[in-house]
Every structure is written in structure tokens, then in C-alpha cells.
T-cell receptor, first 113, second 117 residues
Framework: KAGVTQTPRYLIKTRGQQVTLSCSPISGHRSVSWYQQTPGQGLQFLFE???????NKGNFPGRFSGRQFSNSRSEMNVSTLELGDSALYLC????????????FGEGSRLTVL | DQQVKQNSPSLSVQEGRISILNCDYT??????FLWYKKYPAEGPTFLISISSIKDKNEDGRFTVFLNKSAKHLSLHIVPSQPGDSAVYFCAASSLNSGGTSYGKLTFGQGTILTVHP
């Protein structure tokens, strides 16, 4: 069974640019969540999508956005990149049931110069 | 406002001994708790979970204890093995708040566990 796939794995951008990250969930999983991991802040929840609708949102500025497609694949976008956006961005999918664990991808490592 | 805290950044244990990782939370709405393990360059992997209606859950070498009155949970690994060396994250969610928080976890900062042979 294929796991959660994130692309690209590594990318380098400069301040002011925008970036789009992609996530393919495990087959049959309809919930996709995004997290940002930084050394200082740990793992922080960005947003969650279910059936193409954003169901939950964390405390991040509007520069961070996302969407989910009908096949449950998801993308997140960060516009007007800042140095502080350098982080590991993790996508997770779940069966969306009580106690359903999250399955994480390997992450996309973004470096902003 | 850090709602889930892991106060020990690191823990060093000898192989074969017990590893105890601790986690405290402040939000009384949390009713489901999980532990994840993370190796470098990989995503976190699920280890074990516990619902707030229980105070203990076991899975092989891993046991999680929950003390709701103290808002404290711990993960015991017995016996510890060198392959257990990784970062361990405690996480919490509010599953009963309308059933819409399955994908939203609040994580602690993580504890680096090193198991020496």
C-alpha cells in the first residue's frame, strides 16, 4: 500500500517568491492535513481539508493557503515568501474516523534565501 | 501559548532499560492523545494512542499512561533498543468537539531519545 507522497522533497526559493507543494494521500483517505515543522516552533498545524473543503485552520497568515481536489490530492501554497517560512512542510492523511491516526509523508524541505 | 509541552528536550538511556518520556497539556478539551516517533529526513510515524476514558494503553514494548487530573501523560518503552533512538512527539486532539478535529493535532516540541548499546 503506497504511503503519503509529497513533492517536491527539497526546494530553494528567494524572498518574495511563491511556492506550491503537493501531497497525494493514501488511497481511500479523504482527510488531508498540513503541518509546518521548524526547530524553534516544533510541529504546527496549518490546515485540514476534507472532501475539497477546508475544515480546520491553524494560526498562520493568509499567505498560507491550500486546496484539495476531488481525488483527495492536496496542494498548499505560500505567497510572498519570507525567510521565516524556511521549514519542513509535512502532509498527513487519515481515514477520518474517531481515533484514526494520521499518516505522514516525508515532507517538503523549503529553504528561503 | 503552548498547550502541549514536553519539558525534556533529550533523554539518554542504556539498552535494555526503561525509557520514560513525559508530556503535559493545559487544554481540558483534549480527549485523545498520541505519540509519534520521527527519524531524521522522515515524516513522523504513529506509535500508540490513548483516549481520555482510559488511563493506560499497551502495545508490545510501548505503554502510554494518562493522568487526567494532572493533565499528564507518559510513554514507557521497555526494554529500550538502539533502534528506538529518535525524536518522540506527544500530540493531542479534541475528537468530541463536533467530530471535526480528526486531522488537527497539537504537538509538543519533541524529546530526543538516545539509546546506547
Amino acid at each position: 500500500k503506497a504511503g503519503v507522497t509529497q513533492t517536491p522533497r527539497y526546494l530553494i526559493k528567494t524572498r518574495g517568491q511563491q511556492v506550491t507543494l503537493s501531497c497525494s494521500p493514501i488511497s481511500g483517505h479523504r482527510s488531508v492535513s498540513w503541518y509546518q515543522q521548524t526547530p524553534g516552533q516544533g510541529l504546527q498545524f496549518l490546515f485540514e481539508y476534507f472532501s475539497e473543503t477546508q475544515r480546520n485552520k491553524g494560526n498562520f497568515p493568509g499567505r498560507f493557503s491550500g486546496r484539495q481536489f476531488s481525488n483527495s490530492r492536496s496542494e498548499m501554497n505560500v505567497s510572498t515568501l519570507e525567510l521565516g517560512d524556511s521549514a519542513l512542510y509535512l502532509c498527513a492523511s487519515s481515514r477520518d474516523s474517531p481515533g484514526g491516526e494520521l499518516f505522514f509523508g516525508e515532507g517538503s524541505r523549503l529553504t528561503v534565501l | 501559548d503552548q498547550q502541549v509541552k514536553q519539558n525534556s528536550p533529550s533523554l539518554s538511556v542504556q539498552e535494555g532499560r526503561i525509557s520514560i518520556l513525559n508530556c503535559d497539556y493545559t487544554n481540558s478539551m483534549f480527549d485523545y492523545f498520541l505519540w509519534y516517533k520521527k527519524y531524521p529526513a522522515e515524516g513522523p510515524t504513529f506509535l500508540i494512542s490513548i483516549s481520555s476514558i482510559k488511563d493506560k494503553n499497551e502495545d508490545g514494548r510501548f505503554t502510554v499512561f494518562l493522568n487526567k487530573s494532572a493533565k499528564h501523560l507518559s510513554l514507557h518503552i521497555v526494554p529500550s533498543q538502539p533502534g528506538d533512538s529518535a525524536v518522540y512527539f506527544c500530540a493531542a486532539s479534541s475528537l468530541n468537539s463536533g467530530g471535526t478535529s480528526y486531522g488537527k493535532l497539537t504537538f509538543g516540541q519533541g524529546t530526543i531519545l538516545t539509546v546506547h548499546p
